[in-house]
């Protein structure tokens, strides 16, 4: 009788121990915009459910046909009533575009652009940390 309850107390500890740490790491990534340095971040769980109504956060990709030929950008922009003006950048480089097409509904994302617009550095991260405590 002694060994079911200790075999039934270490079962317990352990399932206690295991829906203690079944919540996860929470990361949010507020968001941030230098329109000075050129770069703008934040996760967009975090940035669409923020006080400032102006906050906001993304990128998108187009594709439109000229001709024969079919042309794609992309883009990224973030505002925030912090900041007299959003940042925003374009670009029609392959890579970029690619870049902006594999970001996910809760992903962490950051971006630089360059004096005339062009996105130099875009960047995702879709991880655990970034989704919504529950």
Not at 67 to 91: H, K, M, P, R, W
Not at 96 to 101: N, Q, R, T
Not at 107 to 113: E, L, M, N
């Amino acid at each position: 009788m002694k060994k079911r309850l200790t075999a039934t107390g270490t079962f317990l500890s352990l399932l206690a121990l295991s829906l203690t740490a079944s919540g996860g790491a929470y990361q949010p990534a507020e968001l941030k915009i230098d329109l000075e340095a050129r770069q703008a971040s934040g996760d967009m769980f975090t940035v669409r459910h923020a006080s400032d109504e102006k906050a906001m956060i993304g990128c998108g990709v187009r594709h439109y046909l000229s001709g024969d030929e079919i042309i794609q950008y992309a883009f990224c922009q973030a505002n925030s009533s912090l900041v007299e003006a959003g940042a925003f950048c374009e670009t029609d480089k392959p890579a970029m575009v690619a870049a902006v097409s594999v970001i996910s509904s809760y992903s962490y994302i950051v971006f630089h652009w360059d004096k005339a617009g062009e996105c130099t550095f875009i960047g995702n991260s879709s991880q655990s940390f970034y989704l919504p405590k529950s």
